[in-house]
């Protein structure tokens, strides 16, 4: 490996740090997603219970185990601190970007390609997209998720271009098959239909049918055997768990008409563009290099090959499910990333200051440059009464990191070689990455984080305190006061499930049964909820001998 080579892996390391690792716990986790990948692992390690997932004390089965188990470890790891919670999306999201270098290395080793330029670039692709960091900075499963059929789709591609039947070959379909059976035990079924869906259509483009046959076994049988054993348990724990998962979760989500998020075919279309940013103004000067290099023969072509069918092939299945979120489509960003890779270098490699080029990169430029104006104008002048921030070093903070993408495009767009353009184009996000993790609007802060109200009351309330919450709030009650037994007020939410079982009898309140609750336990009864809804109960509940919120469109903590 050349010193040039070192310098650009390091600088994509320090791109990885500093975007994605050492700003991890400064922001408060978000409901209701952060503090629920927080709770259900912390639940977990407080109760010994390793094989069913539960959320306050009650069964939640709305996914398998093994995320909850990789949260457990990090907290047991580095504590029970915001960036413990975030480290597995964030350490996700690295691991798939190694995938993605040692991807291409491999193959542009094979044939020498600009010395291996196109795996940094790759890498740097896919790191720098808008909805790669947003996802891998946030305590979801989607990251880890991808990180496995990632390493799925690259071991099986590995095993295509291993001599058939050899050792080689079987040990990367094993390995396709024990990342498989990882995905499954994360999110379920998708972890076996996302993979079918890239290597199926890539074998039968490839008119090697019989290999659809002679090379699935062995990584279905892993990928079962790795499944298996948590499989058997939760089945024996608690019977109905399978029945809820597959309908509730598949079927339901992806079929039914009240399917949760539902939206139309076009959703993805219409939405994804702006998570691609800032590559996605890049695809009209790529298109021409991929479909070039496409029909090439060699392993770049085949790659290439294999990744249009990774990303179209998934793309189009999450898109004609009923129910849909922006997170879905996170496994189409690698081969996303390398198809814009050897795009952009095989058209720049004939000519550096390519229109289409330059244009994407104007695009990007006028895009960022009227996002600043409207960000000073909207912070100074305000809009309808709102503005972002109350404190000016957030707002000079955003405008530099915006300020930094701006210089950064007009510097690419200046520059006149290949490897300077690309790689201050993907480093122009990074400033915006970095500061984003201290500049949370105001208004997000106090709709979404009520750990700080939490965090300043959690030492007065003792264990054996009566605590009461409402869905909004439950996940974070639980994690910042570190209890499972919180009575709920009001709907159930997602904990609508867990609450059919007999031992949930008594956790869900109507408003009588709160109010008596309160009158008996005078003195150590709390209650904690949204702003909204303590406005709706405000006239039906006891005074409370304390109050305090987090702001007007925040949280409200109750001591009665």
């Known amino acids: 490996m050349s010193t040039l ?23 408060d986790l978000v409901v209701p997603d952060e503090t629920r990948y927080g709770e259900i692992p912390r639940e977990m390690i407080a109760s010994g219970e390793w094989i069913s997932p539960h959320l306050n004390g009650l069964r939640y089965f709305e996914k398998p185990v093994l995320g909850y188990w990789v949260h457990a470890g990090s907290l047991l790891m580095f504590g029970e601190n915001n960036f413990a919670v975030r480290l597995p999306s964030a350490l996700s999201v690295g691991l798939s970007a190694l995938l993605i270098y040692v991807l291409i290395w491999r193959t542009s080793r ?72 990882l995905s499954f035990l994360t999110k379920g079924f998708l972890g076996f239909a996302v993979p079918v869906l890239a290597v199926a259509p890539y074998l039968v483009w490839q008119r090697r049918y019989a290999d659809l046959l002679r090379m699935s076994w062995l990584p279905i049988l892993t990928a079962i055997l790795v499944s298996l054993p ?7 724990r608690e019977p109905d768990f399978w029945r809820f998962f597959f309908w509730n979760e598949h079927i339901r989500r992806f079929m039914a008409d009240n399917a949760q998020h539902k939206e139309s075919f076009w959703f993805f279309f219409l939405t994804a563009p702006g998570m691609f940013i800032p590559w996605v103004f890049m695809v009209p000067a790529a298109v021409p290099g991929i479909k070039t290099r496409l029909f090439e023969q060699g392993a770049a072509g085949r790659l290439l090959k294999f990744c249009l069918c990774w990303l179209v092939l998934p793309f189009l299945f999450f898109s004609f499910s009923n129910g849909k979120l922006l997170t879905y489509i996170l496994p189409c960003f690698p081969p996303f990333a390398i198809l814009i890779a050897f795009g952009l270098l095989h058209v720049l490699k004939k ?56 210089l950064f495009l007009v510097w690419a767009f200046r520059s006149r070689t290949t490897v300077s353009k690309t790689l201050l184009l993907g ?36 264990s054996k305190d009566i605590v009461i919450s409402d869905e909004n709030s439950i996940r974070a009650v639980g994690w910042y006061l570190k209890r499972n037994d919180v009575y709920l007020l009001g709907g159930t939410g997602e904990l609508d499930y867990g609450m059919k079982y007999k031992d949930a009898a008594g956790r869900l309140l109507d408003m009588q049964t709160a109010v008596d609750l309160i009158q008996n336990n005078r003195g150590r009864t709390v209650l904690i909820a949204r702003v909204k809804h303590i406005a709706r109960w405000r006239d039906q509940l006891p005074q409370p001998v304390f109050q305090d919120q987090s702001g007007p469109e925040g949280y409200v903590i109750w001591k009665f």
């Open 351 to 406: 000519d550096t200051r390519s229109r289409l080029f330059q244009g994407g990169i104007v695009v990007n430029t006028i895009l960022f440059s009227l996002i600043l104006v409207a960000f000073l104008y909207v912070q100074l002048f305000g809009f309808n009464g709102f503005r972002p921030y109350s404190q000016a070093w957030k707002a000079v903070m955003v405008v530099n990191g915006l300020a930094y993408f701006v």
């Open 5 to 27: 080579n070192k310098r650009y892996i390091l600088l994509i390391l320090s791109f990885f740090l500093l975007a994605y690792i050492l700003p991890l716990g400064v922001r």
């Open 427 to 462: 480093l122009s996000p990074l400033l915006l990455f970095f500061v984003v993790h201290f500049t949370i609007p105001d208004l997000t802060r106090e709709v979404k984080s009520p750990g700080p109200i939490l965090e300043q009351y959690a030492q007065g309330i003792d």
């Open 230 to 236: 948590w499989s058997i348990a939760i089945h024996l």
């Open 110 to 181: 094979r044939e020498n390609e600009d010395g291996g330029f196109p795996a940094i670039l790759a890498t740097l692709v896919f790191l720098s997209c808008f909805e790669v960091f947003g996802v891998g900075n946030t305590a979801v499963l989607d990251s880890l998720f991808s990180f496995f059929l990632t390493a799925t789709i690259t071991a099986f591609y590995f095993a295509t271009e291993s001599p058939p039947g050899s050792g080689r070959e079987k040990g990367y379909l094993f390995l396709a098959g024990l990342s498989c059976g």
